[in-house]
């Protein structure tokens, strides 16, 4: 059997489990293309090592690359297409992803919105209000970028200030309420939005200038205009810099942090912020929570009230 016939074959079966499977498939198509059009049983470890350790790939890029390719092999060895796994067994070892979370400030986030306008430029795919409306909802109801895009005209009911989140990371549904802010954000956006292009309740809510669905290529060159424009960066290289997935995990430790500062019980509240984020457990919740200078400050303050005997509240 020809390698790339093996993985659409593979890409196929994963789907029929109820697996999405985007980026896996689209690591292992590209892993095709680089190999050509030559039999299962050509592939060779040199060639799977090359194909990860390509020019400026990061290490979590690697170990996902990794990761695709062990299961596609074992796939095909399970099934007699492979007699044994040509996936090498001396790979360098590499580190734990690097990679810290940026915690947007307040201040940060005014100049995200402020420098929207500029970003969306006429000739861009994205036009200013899409790309504002995206910011504030991924800010301001905690959503992964995938979700926001994903969601369609009828799954946004001003009327309840309520969005339905369907199929995500873990493929379930849930039910997201809206501020008021963000609700009227929201209400304004799709009455707006309704006079350009067609609202129907199937079409997407987010869309390109000509109505067509966004795409993930066309919103992360919006987002690094927006963070030029607005001079967010930090050190480390480009691998290193703010992210649009970022404003999740900035709402998470804002959340969090304002808790603190009322003296509220987390033991109570973490599971329901778990629950609103579409966490699979608390450990997920847990996991978003980076501690920041700003929340270690309101937990220090804390303690040493509780250690001279006072309230905290």
Not at 53 to 76: I, Y
Not at 208 to 235: E, H, M, T, W, Y
Request: hydrophobic share 40%; charged share 25%; glycine share 6%.
């Amino acid at each position: 059997m020809i390698a790339t016939d093996a993985i659409v074959k593979y890409i196929a079966h994963q789907r029929c489990l109820g697996k999405r499977f985007v980026r896996d498939s689209a690591m292992l198509s590209a892993f095709g293309k680089s190999v050509g059009k030559i039999p299962l049983s050509d592939v060779r470890s040199d060639m799977i090592r090359l194909y990860l350790n390509r020019e400026a790939t990061s290490d979590e890029t690697v170990r996902r690359k990794h990761r695709a390719l062990s299961g596609f092999f074992r796939f095909v060895v399970a099934r007699h297409l492979l007699q044994a796994s040509p996936m090498p067994n001396n790979m360098r070892k590499r580190g734990p992803s690097t990679y810290t979370p940026y915690i947007y400030t307040d201040s940060e986030l005014k100049r995200l919105l402020e420098a929207a306008p500029a970003a969306a430029r006429p000739n861009s795919d994205i036009d200013p209000d899409t790309l504002r409306a995206l910011l504030l909802l991924l800010y301001g109801a905690g959503l992964r970028r995938g979700e926001a895009m994903r969601l369609k005209v009828s799954d946004v009911d001003t009327s309840q200030s309520l969005m339905h989140i369907r199929a995500t990371k873990f493929f379930k549904t849930r039910i997201v309420p809206l501020s008021a802010s963000l609700n009227g954000v929201m209400r304004s956006f799709l009455a707006g939005r309704g006079k350009l292009v067609p609202t129907e309740t199937h079409n997407p809510v987010f869309c390109k200038r000509n109505g067509q669905p966004l795409c993930d290529s066309i919103v992360s060159s919006a987002f690094r205009r927006v963070c030029a424009i607005a001079c967010i960066r930090r050190d480390g290289g480009s691998r290193n810099q703010p992210r649009l997935h970022d404003l999740r995990h900035t709402a998470a430790v804002h959340r969090v942090t304002a808790w603190y500062r009322q003296g509220a019980d987390l033991n109570d509240l973490l599971p329901k912020l778990a629950t609103y984020l579409g966490h699979k457990n608390l450990s997920g919740t847990q996991r978003y929570l980076t501690m920041t200078h700003e929340l270690l400050a309101e937990a220090s303050r804390r303690f040493e009230v509780f250690a001279e005997g006072g309230r905290h509240d």
